[in-house]
């Protein structure tokens, strides 16, 4: 008798990274609409650099922020703009049944996402490369306001990934519900762009918005980065809005975890 071929069970980290890969092919599958994102990646950043240089031109300052604090707050927005917008969504999988598919495999449906959510975003970097240049050559953003400050911007950046992953998951996860995604996806966007900063400045809003934006994720998206660079808090301040960001990308993980097993039970395929 001939014995049988041991079957290595590759480990999560290798699923991972194919299904990592597999959402960058999915991006760059369509390549012209890839080039034109790289090529206009940067028009929104120009466009509002262009709009605050004229105002401030002649005001000044606006809520602190004069020229030089102003324009280098659009790039560290445009940079982590990336982060947030960039990855990829799987909405479509609740929408046509195949989650049905996923119930079926040996791999956790979260971590799959997250795995396609950097994926997709991997394929938007050369966008914020293109337009970073651009406005580092153009615009020419202070640099940050220490060493110390520059390594936690860095870190706070890189924690707004997770973060962006969770708030992308649970709004895809209301899906299970709606039937829909197209408003929630919106209304997400919108959200998430108004309270994170990236419209304008927290600064400028009026104290009970500002308040009821520390409240929520969104606000260390752009918000917190942008304060941490210009040095708009100490060492030690920086530090506790990088620990409020560790502690919202555990919280919404979990929350997500929750989500997920009450949305199960609202699986509807081919109308049963």
């Not at 940067?42 to 240089?53: D, I, K, P, Q, R």
């Not at 997709?120 to 970097?125: D, E, N, W």
Request: aromatic share 12%.
């Amino acid at each position: 008798m001939t014995a049988a071929p041991l079957r290595v069970r590759p480990s999560a980290f290798s699923v991972d990274l194919a299904l990592a890969v597999v959402a960058l092919k999915r991006r760059l599958a369509y390549r012209m609409n890839w080039i034109f994102g790289v090529v206009l990646g940067g028009g929104e950043l120009l466009v509002s650099l262009t709009l605050w240089g004229t105002i401030l031109a002649e005001q000044g300052s606006v809520a602190g922020y004069d020229w030089d604090a102003m324009r280098t707050y659009y790039v560290i927005g445009f940079v982590t703009a990336t982060f947030i917008f960039g990855g990829s969504d799987t909405a479509h999988r609740i929408l046509d049944g195949s989650v049905a598919i996923d119930l079926l495999k040996p791999v956790d449906f979260q971590r799959a996402r997250a795995a396609e959510f950097y994926g997709g975003l991997a394929g938007s970097l050369p966008t914020m490369a293109v337009g970073l240049t651009i406005a580092l050559i153009f615009f020419t953003p202070l640099p940050p306001a220490s060493f110390a400050a520059g390594l936690l911007t860095l870190v706070s950046i890189a924690l707004i990934a997770p973060i962006a992953f969770s708030v992308v998951y649970l709004s895809t996860m209301l899906c299970f519900w709606t039937r829909s995604y197209h408003g929630i996806m919106w209304a997400r966007q919108t959200v998430v762009a108004f309270f994170s900063g990236a419209m304008v400045p927290l600064a400028i809003m009026p104290g009970p918005l500002q308040v009821l934006a520390w409240c929520l994720p969104f606000v260390h998206f752009t918000t917190t980065p942008s304060q941490i660079y210009l040095g708009r808090v100490d060492t030690l301040g920086a530090i506790g809005l990088i620990a409020a960001q560790l502690a919202w990308v555990v919280a919404l993980w979990f929350l997500g975890r929750w989500l997920w097993s009450r949305a199960v039970r609202a699986v509807t395929i081919h109308g049963g």
